[in-house]
T-cell receptor, first 113, second 111 residues
């Protein structure tokens, strides 16, 4: 079945550690997105990519990094510079940008040890 | 700066009732508006997308309306069922095709 796979489902980060969240899609979508979700708040955009080898910062990019070397993959690294990383992270994709419906993975919950 | 608000934050109704969820936005210059559903600990599922030139969209028991001039959208759920229990989020697409999100309405349908 076509879809978006995020792994791991749960992740724990130690002080000073970088961690990488995986996002893979087999929908042949050009655009991919990373969001952060905190309780009681709307989703906030971290990074997005509309084509391979290109990506743009969203509203809260500080402390995060991404790469887009393949169309299917858009991994997110939470660096030690992100001082409050505890959140639910959601990856999404859409055929192109342009406000088309975004398809979401099941998320990764990141916590601090 | 576009802001999206969803009120109430939570809603509990008996099974079988018709209900309306509200979404308001501050800047009427939107590309489209989308409604999503999120089950606990899960990702989001797109329910309905309304283009800025449209007034409403329907899918099964769901009907979403859009009034750009007043900055409002409603999601109408007919004959609610316990399986409709979830958090419902709305998001507007701006000129850069990014989504601006509301915080969601948590809906509980009581059997």
């Amino acid at each position: 079945d076509g879809g978006i796979t995020q792994s791991p489902k749960y992740l724990f980060r130690k002080e000073g550690q970088n961690v990488t969240l995986s996002c893979e899609q087999n929908l042949n979508h050009d655009a991919m997105y990373w969001y952060r979700q905190d309780p009681g708040q709307g989703l906030r955009l971290i990074y997005y990519s509309q084509i391979v080898n290109d990506f743009q910062k969203g509203d809260i990019a500080e402390g995060y990094s991404v790469s887009r070397e393949k169309k299917e993959s858009f991994p997110l690294t939470v660096t030690s510079a992100q001082k409050n990383p505890t959140a639910f992270y959601l990856c999404a994709s859409s055929p192109t940008g342009g406000g088309q419906p975004q398809h979401f993975g099941d998320g990764t919950r990141l916590s601090i040890l | 700066k576009q802001e999206v608000t969803q009120i109430p934050a939570a809603l509990s109704v008996p099974e079988g009732e018709n209900l309306v969820l509200n979404c308001s936005f501050t800047d009427s210059a939107i590309y489209n508006l989308q409604w999503f559903r999120q089950d606990p600990g899960k990702g989001l599922t797109s329910l309905l997308l309304i283009q800025s030139s449209q007034r409403e969209q329907t899918s099964g028991r769901l009907n979403a309306s859009l009034d750009k001039s007043s900055g409002r959208s409603t999601l109408y759920i007919a004959a609610s069922q316990p399986g409709d229990s979830a958090t419902y989020l709305c998001a507007v697409s701006n000129s850069n095709y990014q989504l601006i999100w509301g915080a969601g309405t948590k809906l509980i349908i009581k059997p």
